[in-house]
């Protein structure tokens, strides 16, 4: 469903999802870990990163992206009353704290479920087989970053709580540049930061990773 969305964005994806959740049904699976093992019927597994989907719906509170580790959530059957008690927690910072939530932590996961089918990797939807194994690979990505400084500072202007980088004098010039979730067309997009960015790094390969357009 959200690989056909002709619009991204919360209200499109609060729409796709009351839409899938009356057809949806739950799914025998079981959830793996360096420590242990548990079987579970559920209607939503999440492998997160950080603390959120965006959009401060927190699938993870307190999750941290430097920390090493991956947050599995797993969610058991609801109805629509649960459904929508599940929707106040995920945007109150509360949802691991339900009884339908169930939550593991760890740098290696395997899923298992009873036939193969579609996950969803950011929005993106693949075909996989009936185990699914997520493992953490430390310092495999190398980061070239910049100073930041306040907007209000390197151009007098006021942006609240949004950053611009420093003024490059010097061309970044670098391997590899991968973008994602720039949403361009949204009031949130960093459209400026980027286009700074990008007019001041040189790159062999330049990876547009998803979510860049909003329409």
Not at 71 to 94: C, E, K, Y
Not at 124 to 143: F, N, Q, W
Not at 192 to 215: M, P, Q, S, W, Y
Request: hydrophobic letters at 40%.
């Amino acid at each position: 469903r959200f690989n056909t969305l002709t619009s991204r964005g919360l209200t499109a994806y609060i729409r796709t999802a009351l839409a899938a959740l009356r057809q949806i049904r739950s799914e025998r699976v079981v959830l793996a870990t360096a420590e242990q093992r548990v079987t579970l019927d559920i209607l939503l597994v999440a492998v997160a990163n950080s603390d959120q989907y965006g959009n401060n719906a927190r699938i993870a509170p307190s999750a941290r992206v430097d920390d090493g580790s991956l947050d599995l959530v797993a969610v058991r059957p609801v109805g629509i009353v649960g459904a929508a008690t599940l929707a106040a927690r995920l945007f109150s910072g509360r949802f691991d704290q339900s009884p339908h939530v169930c939550r593991l932590r760890g740098s290696h996961f395997v899923i298992e479920r009873a036939a193969p089918g579609l996950i969803h990797t950011d929005g993106e939807t693949h075909a996989t087989g009936s185990t699914v194994r997520v493992v953490v690979h430390p310092r495999s990505l190398r980061i070239a970053a910049r100073k930041f400084i306040r907007d209000s500072e390197d151009r007098g202007q006021r942006s609240g709580r949004f950053f611009l980088p420093v003024i490059m004098k010097n061309l970044l010039r670098v391997r590899t540049v991968i973008l994602s979730d720039v949403h361009l067309g949204t009031v949130e997009s960093k459209a400026a930061e980027v286009n700074h960015f990008l007019r001041h790094t040189r790159c062999e390969k330049l990876i547009l990773n998803g979510d860049i357009i909003d329409g």
